[in-house]
């Protein structure tokens, strides 16, 4: 059992500015085999929470007892994370190795794990979040949604007897989300093992013995989901709400190929070879053609790995085409470093994890970077970092933080904010509302529509979110296997 008593935690304070408690008082304790599903806002403790629960926290007051453990005992750390796994919301911030197969056993061979049954649980561990067969690729060459699979593996390869998942199926298509928690539930039925799971999807917490909502650092509901769902007023007092349906009619009107006599973006022949000429050469992209009319909301759709991210990094000269040609106002964008350079500014892009692209001291700072450097006056960027930051829904409070001592959600909002103050002419956003909590999800897409409407800006959206993708887009294309295809 997992015994959480009376804890409190606040991060360290940046510039003797004062820092909000992260979590006030807490108590819960986690039953053996048990299946607990953790919900709440953006910024309200969960991320905090899931990462005391092996030591890489501690409280200021209370403690955490796993099977006897004190999780402040130094001398215990090794014993305590073998006994409690952690999945990470962002993938990279635990994977080590350079090979799918190697990263996996990593921890195995920490453990000391004799080799014939290290084989044996890094085979079973792959084939169950279906990335067997790339078990002898780089890491770093996957999409978002592989990688975090991988990540989940290394933990499944562990067998911990408690598993916690921040946000693990973020990234990941509905079918991956779906075939992830058939993993889940298939280990607690084999091993026994307890699943802690924070979550902001409300179906995936439909078979939890029980849930608990987080707010402002404290658990303010914990009952068995039945009771939860049935409390709708709640739930939207909470900034939740229960899962919707989709008519997958809608989507499939809104798939569709364009022809445009004056694109404002259009590849030609697009390709784009990963390792080429090295023995991991993947296609990621192959003969893509699309035109992208000025002013319309294009959403991207497929399922994980079918080169949507490497797509859209070609739209900026972020990745530069293996063969073909990329066109913004009918300008090959690749034709030297400054007209790339320059393209950077009409085409913001909003990558898939925010922490790639927040650096500075504080928020405030981060989203005025891109301002600075296109020049504008102290008096125009103050205005402009201040005007996002509330459109995001981040508060004065937050422009003080650190970047890397907020939410995950909280990091998107931010990232969002900094390309949103340039004002670019196309708006490029991958996956831009996941980690976001129902509320967020919301708010992101009216300042997306509003963005739009205001400006005349192309959008292009990337997202597993089908919900959003019909709200949000006029038309939508789909990829598959690196190509673009238009049948759903």
Not at 160 to 167: A, G, M, Q, T
Not at 215 to 224: A, H, L, N, R, T
Not at 273 to 283: H, L, N, Q, R, S
Request: aromatic content about 6%; overall charge negative; hydrophobic content about 40%.
């Amino acid at each position: 059992m997992i015994k959480i008593k009376n804890i409190t935690f606040a991060y360290p304070s940046f510039e003797n500015k004062a820092t909000p408690v992260v979590l006030k008082n807490l108590s819960l304790n986690i039953q053996e085999g048990e299946f607990l599903a953790v919900l709440g806002h953006n910024g309200c403790g969960k991320s905090t929470l899931a990462r005391m629960l092996n030591g890489i926290l501690q409280p200021q007051e209370g403690e955490i007892i796993v099977d006897g453990i004190n999780a402040k005992d130094e001398e215990k750390l090794l014993e305590l994370r073998q006994t409690v796994g952690l999945v990470f919301q962002n993938p990279d911030n635990q994977i080590v190795a350079t090979i799918v197969e190697e990263d996996v056993a990593f921890a195995l061979e920490n453990l000391g794990v004799p080799t014939e049954e290290m084989r044996e649980r890094v085979d079973i561990a792959l084939k169950a979040v279906d990335m067997y067969k790339y078990r002898d690729h780089a890491p770093h060459r996957l999409s978002g949604g592989q990688k975090q699979r991988v990540a989940i593996a290394g933990i499944i390869a562990m067998r911990p007897k408690y598993i916690v998942l921040d946000e693990p199926t973020a990234m990941l298509d509905p079918i991956g989300r779906k075939e992830v928690l058939a993993v889940l539930d298939n280990l607690r039925k084999e091993y026994g093992i307890s699943v802690v799971l924070i979550t902001h999807f409300m179906e995936e917490t439909v078979n939890a013995d029980r849930i608990i909502i987080m707010d402002k650092g404290e658990i303010v509901e914990d009952d068995s989901p039945q009771v939860i769902f049935s409390k709708v007023n709640r739930l939207n007092e909470l900034g939740l709400e229960l899962p919707k349906q989709i008519d997958p009619l809608k989507l499939k009107a809104l798939v569709r190929p364009l022809q445009s006599d004056n694109p404002v973006l259009r590849t030609e022949k697009l390709t784009y070879i990963y390792g080429a000429k090295t023995p991991f050469e993947k296609t990621a992209l192959n003969d893509i053609n699309i035109d992208i009319e000025k002013g319309e909301i294009l959403g991207i759709i497929g399922h994980t790995g079918s080169g949507k991210s490497s797509l859209i990094q070609h739209f900026n000269a972020l990745l530069k085409p293996t063969f073909g040609k990329v066109y913004v106002e009918n300008q090959d964008i690749n034709i030297s470093k400054d007209v790339s350079y320059k393209t950077r500014f009409k085409v913001g892009l909003v990558f898939q994890y925010p922490e790639y692209q927040l650096f500075e001291d504080t928020v405030y700072k981060d989203i005025s970077f891109g301002p600075k450097n296109m020049g504008l006056s102290s008096e125009e960027i103050d205005k402009r970092v201040r005007e996002t930051a509330a459109d995001v829904g981040l508060s004065d409070e937050v422009l003080e933080q650190s970047p890397f001592d907020i939410s995950g959600g909280q990091k998107r909002r931010t990232a969002i904010a900094g390309i949103l103050a340039m004002q670019p002419q196309i708006l490029v956003l991958d996956e831009p509302t996941a980690g976001l909590d129902p509320r967020g999800r919301k708010q992101i897409s009216k300042l997306i529509k509003k963005y739009q409407a205001d400006t005349g800006a192309t959008v292009i959206i990337v997202s597993h979110n089908m919900e959003e993708v019909i709200n949000l887009c006029s038309r939508v294309i789909k990829m598959e296997n690196g190509i673009c295809s238009y049948e759903i």
